[in-house]
């Protein structure tokens, strides 16, 4: 049985987290378990999430799902806005809640621009983190 689509393809967080996670190199997008998942050979962000106990907690549902360093993990879930989602939680991975931050002008997309680019170090293969830092 597949998933139901759990997002909203207008919405204007993932237009930006997509036009940022898309900009990558070898980057490309795939809907699994019914939200969109960028990746390359492993996946490096997802748009939205749940927490554990709660599939519909709106605090996860407009989120940015990443792998941050394991050095700034701590640092980052001293801030409200950041959250361990379920499943991937247990792996190290944070979400970053827009739903907490509020309006789409209210975001720090450099911020955001920044964990992706974590995230996607953390997981790409080797060649593309050359190829990102070639073209920097």
Not at 69 to 88: M, Q, W
């Amino acid at each position: 049985m597949a998933h139901p689509t759990m997002f909203d393809e207008d919405d204007p967080y993932l237009a930006r987290v997509r036009e940022i996670c898309l900009a990558l190199p070898g980057a490309a997008e795939k809907i699994s378990h019914g939200r969109p998942n960028f990746f390359t050979r492993k996946v490096f962000a997802i748009f939205g999430g749940s927490l554990k106990g709660d599939h519909f907690a709106p605090v996860a549902r407009n989120a940015l799902l990443f792998l941050p360093d394991a050095s700034e993990r701590a640092a980052l879930l001293e801030h409200e806005r950041f959250f361990v989602p379920a499943y991937v939680g247990t792996n190290g991975w944070l979400g970053l809640s827009f739903h907490v931050i509020g309006g789409v002008e209210r975001v720090d997309w450099a911020e955001v621009a920044e964990l992706v680019d974590a995230s996607y170090r953390n997981t790409a293969p080797a060649r593309l983190v050359r190829e990102l830092d070639a073209g920097a």
